[in-house]
């Protein structure tokens, strides 16, 4: 910090700099490029009816206890006695004891104030970033949910990819890194390949974090979709993990909350890196660039962790898992071979013919109205394989599975 | 960005390094030693009636429009044919559209597509800065919001202050800059001093910002409480702003969404620098680290900006308003000098005799059980004065008042 309090004269003739970094980025984005492909084609074909398992958004309703919570959270605001103003940047301490109760539930242990609400995963794992200095390596497995590349490259970081393929069933382990590891994402159940780390898998990259000073940045965004129970649904079911790892979860997928918009990052107490504290340095952030989540959804989100609102969470994700058993049944009798589906609600195929991930996109598009997600937009490991989703009702699930046979 | 797609030793004994520029942000944010001395003070003293005329936090509940169509997008959420997953990252083209109409209604012509939504003027005021290279310099007011400090502190940036004092009233102009200024930080009406730049002074920092190749983030968070119609309300009603400016606005003042979490940020396609679109880093920025905003939460915000919404909000306003008149005209008769009051919520006041900005706080406190903030809290500048705040009922204010002129 400097202080401008002395004379000196004004250096002219420069303009702000901008982030070069910025310039290193792909000009579009994943589904932003798909949403405009799908446009033109139902522009070009308006009587077609294109049925999407692209993007991994939900699409069934809130459950209705958390709509009641909501409708009352909204009147509360609108009467004196009961208006809420700021809240607490780490979230209600209603919210974090349900959220803690939630992980009580599968055999977590946290404090309350280990948990820090946020407004989705997408923003938390970009935003936690800035909490490590910008010479660390950073190690991504490739392919993976896009967001982790992009908020790396934007702040000029070294990445340091490891390959997901059809040998590990796409899930790659430590033996793949050949550099000092800093930062290690770890994305189970997998975006986009829907493959889950076993208990022994997860315990080797705990080890392995550990023995080398690393941290691990946890993404369980997908965690109730698994339904084997020998499979860990956290990162804090593996020993030693509160002192390697920070997680990152929401109740996107869970609760049909992608357009609501409620997470929560997990950073436990024995998380220290140079002595500091990470959940102290998360919760200054967040003081400084951050104002909380709205109350109204901070009620919703209590509503959903209570026994009556998991068992409505339990009813859509019934739904989509059994759309994902469809498709996964579909690829078993064409002989594609896939992994996910089991535990996730994502079908990773490999594009049948040695069609590359866009070629395939396109011919699904254009001959069976369907849109899927490239497996290249996933990273460079994700060519020439490609992402169907769960995400739609039964029947166009069913629809869109008879088309493909049709043309494959 | 770097692969490791080939042979490498893995280098050991290092961790993970931190981002050590947090080492350098002061230990205690000014809010919360306020509210850890405000509840001591009420843990000693149980049967004293606490007045908190010090966090910018409003009082008064939701317009009932805003509640109506908060709860109608609730009820949405609960129905599959009307459920909404994620929404456009920039916000929805209903609220953009509702944001626009406002700025219209003061002379201020924008695109749908220059208004970007966001939860909240912290957040997006602190992110904005990755869009810029490191190696700019920051020309910040003292005193004022401390969280564009720390914001700048946390990513090591080069900090300038500019200083407010009595002779200038709390707005320094652009003679007082020594550096080369690279990103201006400019809040009118400001916080805390309640002072309002007025369109010449405005268009001095525009024409300055021009001539530089500046940028100006200007925080317009309080700008509903100018009543005076020859002060601007915008930065882009000054000439030339869409080439140098960054408007951030909010709902959380105007309409009391402190609690509900909706702001937005105004870029101009005229923005450039160095041949890029501000405007385009800054979708970027959020498509990758953030994923929209509730859109409840968006319904909500485009019902207060309807005629019926407005108007519920003004008479929100009113109130505050009539308290911080009520507030100036104390100041005055004890011959206490102060700014604001008149276009803004806040009052500015020299602690009387000599006194300290922290002193005067703790003898406030202890004497008269009335909160306010201590002006050193906001900046070196600061220190010497205090902030008292006219988000409260006329009730509590009028007896802060008694109780002030009683021990003074």
Known sequence: MCD????????GGFIVKINKHFLDLQDSYLFSTIAKKAAAHVEANPDAQVLRLGIGDVTRPLPQVAVDAMKAAVDEMGVAATFRGYGPEQGYPFLREAIKAYYAAKGVDLAADEIYVGDGAKSDIGNILELFDKDNNIIIPDPVYPAYLDANIMAGRKVFYINGD?????????????VKPDIIYICS???????????????????FALEHGAIILFDSAYECFISDKTLPTSIFEIE???????????????AGFTGVRCGFTIISHNLQFDGQSIGKMWMRRQATKFNGISYIVQKGAEAVLTPEGLAGCGENIAVYMDNAKTIAKTMAELGIWHVGGDNAPYIWLKCPNGLSSWDFFDKLLA????VGTPGAGFGVKGEGYFRLSAFNSKENVAEAMRRLKNIL
């Open 4 to 11: 401008n309090r002395r004379d000196e004269k004004i250096i």
């Open 166 to 178: 059809e040998g590990n069933g796409f899930l790659p382990m430590p033996d793949a890194i050949a």
């Open 189 to 207: 159940p997998n975006n986009p390949t829907g493959s889950v780390y076993n208990r022994g898998q997860l315990k080797v990259w705990v080890d």
């Open 240 to 254: 030693g993990a509160d002192k390697c790892a920070v997680e990152i979860g929401t109740l996107s997928k869970m």
């Open 367 to 370: 001959e069976a109205h369907v």
